[in-house]
C-alpha cells in the first residue's frame, strides 16, 4: 500500500466505490454489503501480495523501514477490510454473508501462512537481523524484530518446500474448520426455543424474566413465554425456577448443543485437534501447547499445567466442603431423603442457599443496575483513573440501531479514538461478550492517530411498558454479574484505546494471551466498592444509591462458593491443556466423551453420559488460536489482576497517581516490553498469589 493510498483511506472512499477498499475511522456500515466481500479481498489480496514481493526482491541494504516497517504497512488494508467482515458476520450475520465470508476464508489463510514462507522475505528479514542498525534500533523496535524473527521461525520459514506447502494446507483447513464449529454454535443456539403457555410453570422466575420471555414470545408472534439458550434467558431459568425437569431441558439443551446434526461440531472438533497437532509436530514441537505458549508467559505447557495444579490443590477441600453443604442445605429443606444433586440444581439450590446465608436476592440490585448508568459509571471510574473523557458520537454510522458510538478524549481533549458499543442479543448475533481493535493508530510527528474499537455483549434488553425501557434511555435492568461484563470488556477497550507503541503491531491487545486479561479483569474489582458503586448504582424509581442493607451482603457473598467457581475455570483449563498435550484419538476415542471424563473431576454434580459442553466451546475451537492451549490465561491474568488492584486498594481506589502509573506502564504499553517487566514496573516485585487467594476467601 502507497503512502498515496494511506492518506486516501483516513478520508474515506468516492461514491460508488467498494467500501471495504478503503480503511476509513468512520466506517460506512450501511453501505457494507456481501457482494463487496470477494472484490474487496480480492483486489486488497493482490496489493498485498504486491507489497511482499516489493521487499524480498529490494537490492538496497535491509533497514527496519525498508523492510519490517514496510511488512507492517503492508497488509493493512486487508487486515481492515477482514475485520470489518468478521465483525458483521458475527453482529447482523445473514446467508448472503456468511457465504461470502466464507468464500474469502480459505484465501486469506492460505496469503497468512504464505507470508513466513517467502524464502526472499526471510533472506531480507534475516538480513536485517545481522545488519549494523540492529545495534540502533529502539527497544520496541529491536523487540519487534526479534519476535518476528522468532515468529517466522515458528510459523515455518526453516521448512523445505514440501514442509512449507503441508503447512499452508493445514492453515487453510483450520480457518475452515473454526469458522464451520462458530457457525454450528450460533445455528444451533438460535434454533432452540422452549415456548410456555402455562405461567404456573414459571414460579420462582423473577419478574424480570418473565417479562423478558413474554417479550420474546411476542416478538416472534407466539403466545406465553419464550425461553432461549442465550445467557440472560438460560441462566434466570438455571437460577430460579421451580421446575426441576424444565430446568433439566435447558440446561440439557445448552450442553448438548452442536452435537447433532445439522450443526454437528463432533467431527469439526475432531478436525481441527488433528490438524492443530499435526501443525505442532511440522514445526518441531512436541504438541499444539508448546507451540503457542511459547511466546506466552507460561512458556510452554507444563508450566502452564503446574501453575494450574497449585491453584486446584489450595481449591481442592474448600470445593468439596461447599458442595457438602449445599446438598446438606437441600436436605434441610426437602428433608433427609432429598435425592443428590443433579447438575441443573446446583446454580438453583446455590441461590437459595445464599439468599439464606446472606439475605441477598440478586434479583433486588437490577433496579440499580439500568444499563445507560452502568456504562457512564465505568466511563466516569475510568476518567477518575485515568484521566480520559468518553462523549456520544452520534454522527458515526453503526451496523444495528442499538449499538451506539462514542469519542474517547484525554484530558487535554485530544481525541484518542472513537468506539462502538452494541450491549444486547439478537438472533443474527453470536453469544458471548467481546471486545474488537477495528483500527489501531499509528504514530505521527504529533502523536498517535486515534484508535477505533468496539465492545460487545448479550446483556439483558431493555422491556416495553417498565420505566427505562421500550428503548427509553435507561436502558435493560442488569445482574451485577453483567456489570462486571460491562466493566471487563470496557477495560481491554481502554487496552487498545490508550496504546502508545510506536509499532503497531505490538500496541493495545497485541499482547501475550496471559497478560491481556488483567487490563479486563482489573476493572471488575470497582464492581464491587461503594466508593465507585454510588458513582452509577441508582435506584430507576428514587434515584437513591444501593443502601447497605443490599451492599453488605452482596460484598459477604462474594466469596459464596469461591472454591466451586475456581474449580469450574480450572476444569475448563484443564480440559484444554489435555487436549492440546495429551489427547491422543486412536488412544483417547471419542472428542467428547474424553473432555466430560476430565470436567467431571471438577463438577460438582455427576455429569450425565451426553454432556458436551465442549461442542459450544467457541474460546477453544471458533479460531485457529485463539484460548487454545490458552484458557490458562484468566486464572493466569487473575492472580496479576487481584495483585495489582492491591495497590490500588493500599493507596485508593481512585488515586490518579495510581491510576497513571497503571496506564503508564501497562495500558499504554501493549507488548513493547516483557510483560514480566511491564508488572514489575507498576508492581515493584514479581506477582504474588496470595491477594487472589484472599480475594477468593481461600487463605
Not at 36 to 41: R, T
Not at 125 to 130: H, Y
Not at 467 to 483: K, M, S, Y
Not at 616 to 637: D, E, I, N, Q, R
Request: one cysteine or more; a negative charge.
Amino acid at each position: 500500500m502507497s503512502t498515496d493510498d494511506r492518506t486516501e483511506d483516513r478520508t474515506g472512499s468516492p461514491a460508488g466505490e467498494n467500501p471495504l477498499l478503503h480503511v476509513q475511522f468512520e466506517v460506512p456500515f450501511q453501505s457494507i454489503g456481501a457482494a463487496h466481500v470477494e472484490p474487496a479481498v480480492d483486489a486488497l489480496l493482490e496489493r498485498a501480495r504486491a507489497d511482499i514481493e516489493t521487499i524480498a526482491s529490494a537490492t538496497e541494504p535491509a533497514t527496519y523501514e525498508n523492510t519490517l516497517g514496510a511488512l507492517e504497512r503492508s497488509g493493512l488494508g486487508l487486515e481492515y477490510a477482514m475485520g470489518i467482515v468478521g465483525h458483521l458476520e458475527s453482529v447482523v450475520t445473514n446467508d448472503a454473508l456468511r457465504e461470502a465470508y466464507n468464500a474469502v476464508q480459505p484465501k486469506v489463510a492460505a496469503f497468512s501462512s504464505s507470508i513466513p514462507l517467502h524464502a526472499g522475505l526471510w533472506r531480507r528479514l534475516q538480513a536485517l537481523g545481522k545488519s549494523d542498525e540492529v545495534a540502533t534500533l529502539d527497544p520496541t523496535r529491536r523487540r519487534h524484530l526479534d519476535k518476528t524473527l522468532d515468529e517466522f521461525r515458528r510459523h515455518g520459514a526453516e521448512l523445505d518446500d514440501a514442509g512449507k506447502a503441508e503447512l499452508q494446507r493445514i492453515d487453510v483447513e483450520l480457518a475452515m474448520a473454526t469458522t464451520k464449529f462458530s457457525e454450528n454454535v450460533l445455528d444451533a443456539t438460535q434454533a432452540w426455543e422452549m415456548i410456555l403457555t402455562d405461567e404456573s410453570m414459571l414460579a420462582g422466575l423473577p419478574p424480570s424474566a418473565k417479562e423478558a420471555a413474554a417479550a420474546s414470545a411476542q416478538a416472534k408472534g407466539k403466545a406465553g413465554f419464550r425461553f432461549t439458550l442465550q445467557a440472560p434467558s438460560m441462566i434466570a431459568v438455571l437460577t430460579y425456577l421451580d421446575d426441576a425437569g424444565i430446568r433439566r431441558d435447558v440446561w440439557r439443551a445448552s450442553n448438548t448443543r452442536a452435537t447433532a446434526a445439522p450443526y454437528d461440531n463432533r467431527p469439526v472438533m475432531a478436525d481441527i485437534l488433528r490438524l492443530r497437532a499435526a501443525r505442532a509436530k511440522l514445526l518441531g514441537f512436541a504438541n499444539f501447547a508448546d507451540l503457542v505458549l511459547v511466546d506466552r508467559m507460561a512458556k510452554n505447557g507444563e508450566r502452564a499445567r503446574t501453575f494450574l495444579d497449585e491453584l486446584r490443590a489450595r481449591s481442592e477441600a474448600a470445593f468439596v466442603r461447599e458442595n457438602d453443604e449445599l446438598l446438606a442445605f437441600r436436605r434441610e429443606i426437602e428433608g433427609p431423603g432429598a435425592p443428590a444433586l443433579a447438575p441443573w440444581d446446583v446454580a438453583y439450590w446455590a441461590e437459595k442457599q445464599r439468599r439464606a446465608r446472606y439475605d441477598f436476592d440478586e434479583e433486588a440490585l437490577r433496579p440499580y443496575f439500568a444499563f445507560d448508568a452502568v456504562q457512564r459509571g465505568i466511563f466516569t471510574i475510568a476518567e477518575r483513573l485515568y484521566g480520559v473523557r468518553v462523549e456520544p458520537e452520534p454522527a458515526m454510522p453503526v451496523w444495528h440501531p442499538s449499538v451506539q458510538a462514542y469519542r474517547f478524549l484525554d484530558a487535554d481533549g485530544t481525541k484518542l479514538g472513537a468506539f462502538y458499543v452494541d450491549p444486547y442479543p439478537r438472533e443474527t448475533k453470536r453469544d458471548g461478550a467481546w471486545m474488537n481493535g477495528l483500527i489501531t493508530g499509528r504514530p505521527t510527528p504529533a502523536g498517535f492517530e486515534p484508535h477505533l474499537g468496539l465492545i460487545c455483549g448479550n446483556l439483558t434488553e431493555p422491556l416495553p411498558g417498565r420505566p427505562g425501557g421500550g428503548g427509553a434511555a435507561q436502558g435493560g435492568l442488569l445482574t451485577h454479574r453483567e456489570v462486571e461484563t460491562v466493566a471487563h470488556e470496557f477495560g481491554h477497550l481502554l487496552h487498545h484505546l490508550l496504546s502508545r507503541v510506536s509499532v503497531r503491531a505490538l500496541g493495545g491487545t497485541n499482547v501475550a494471551w496471559d497478560f491481556v486479561e488483567l487490563p479486563s479483569q482489573i476493572m471488575e474489582n470497582w464492581c464491587w466498592e461503594r466508593e465507585a458503586l454510588d458513582l452509577f448504582a441508582r435506584h430507576i424509581d428514587d434515584g437513591h444509591v444501593i443502601p447497605e442493607a443490599l451492599l453488605g451482603p452482596m460484598r459477604r457473598a462474594r466469596t459464596f462458593r469461591a472454591a466451586a467457581a475456581m474449580m469450574r475455570q480450572l476444569g475448563f483449563c484443564d480440559v484444554d491443556l489435555s487436549l492440546h498435550m495429551r489427547y491422543d484419538p486412536e488412544k483417547d476415542g471419542d472428542v467428547v466423551t474424553y473432555a466430560r471424563s476430565i470436567m467431571q473431576r471438577y463438577a460438582p454434580a455427576p455429569l450425565p453420559d451426553d454432556y458436551a459442553m465442549i461442542a459450544g466451546f467457541g474460546h477453544l475451537f471458533a479460531h485457529p488460536v485463539g484460548y487454545a492451549a490458552g484458557y490458562y490465561s484468566y486464572k493466569w491474568a487473575e492472580v496479576l489482576d487481584a495483585d495489582a488492584f492491591d495497590r490500588f486498594e493500599q493507596e485508593g481506589l481512585f488515586n490518579r497517581t495510581t491510576g497513571d502509573a497503571f496506564r503508564r506502564t501497562i495500558l499504554e504499553r501493549g507488548d513493547s516490553g516483557d510483560p514480566d517487566a511491564l508488572f514489575r514496573d507498576f508492581r515493584g516485585r514479581a506477582p504474588d498469589v496470595t491477594p487472589l487467594l484472599r480475594r477468593s476467601g481461600l487463605l
